[in-house]
């Protein structure tokens, strides 16, 4: 699948799909991130936006575990983009240095040679409207203290996103009934 830049504003979603979740600890962000990759197939892109410090670059490691990575994922700031062997590629980006549209295309983003497996993006908001759809845009808001609010929303038609939301949003209930707090990447 080619993940080619699009100009213009993005078209609403027919399809709604939208989970609330907030995380105390990060920990938690990871094994959210973690629960995520295990059910990615490829070719899906995760945009994620927040302030500095909201725990994108937390999510993006759980992510890459769950995803059978093993070397330690860091966030790409300085030299854009990362790729990652697992049980899907992951390519991670990061758009915090990008201010213009010919940053983005001067980047590489959306070329076919680049762009495979799993794409995860930093800093999506900058370029959201530019994004292929349906992607899943995961928005994170500080709370007081370590507590994440973190808002899992589907762009575009996709059921199995949707599908996913679901199954995250009854994993995270759960989750938090049975107070896990244990910090083992298994679970």
């Known amino acids: 699948m080619n993940h080619s830049v699009r100009r213009g504003p993005s078209r609403p979603s027919l399809l709604p799909g939208r989970i609330v979740l907030l995380s105390h600890r ?7 991130g973690r629960r995520l990759g295990r059910h990615l197939e490829g070719n899906e892109i995760i945009a994620l936006s ?3 410090g909201s725990g994108k670059t937390c999510l ?4 890459g575990r769950g995803l059978g990575i ?3 994922i860091n966030s790409p700031s300085f030299v854009l983009m990362k790729r990652y062997r697992g049980r899907r590629q992951l390519t ?5 240095r990008l201010n213009a549209m010919a940053d983005l295309e001067s980047s590489g983003f959306g070329d076919p040679q680049i762009e495979s497996g799993v794409i995860i993006i ?10 292929e759809q349906p992607f899943l845009h995961i928005e994170i808001a500080l ?3 370590n507590t994440r609010r973190m808002v899992l929303a589907v762009r575009g038609r996709s059921v199995r996103f949707r599908r996913l939301l679901r199954e995250i949003e009854a994993w995270w209930k759960a989750r938090q009934k049975n107070g ?3 910090t083992n990447p298994g679970h």
């Open 92 to 96: 991670h980006w990061d758009w915090y």
């Open 60 to 63: 993006a490691q759980g992510l």
């Open 26 to 32: 990060p920990f938690e962000t990871r094994a959210l």
């Open 50 to 52: 927040g302030p500095l």
């Open 122 to 131: 930093e800093w999506a908001e900058k370029f959201l409207d530019c994004l």
């Open 70 to 72: 093993a070397q330690p």
């Open 180 to 182: 896990k707090t244990d």
């Open 143 to 145: 709370g007081g203290g």
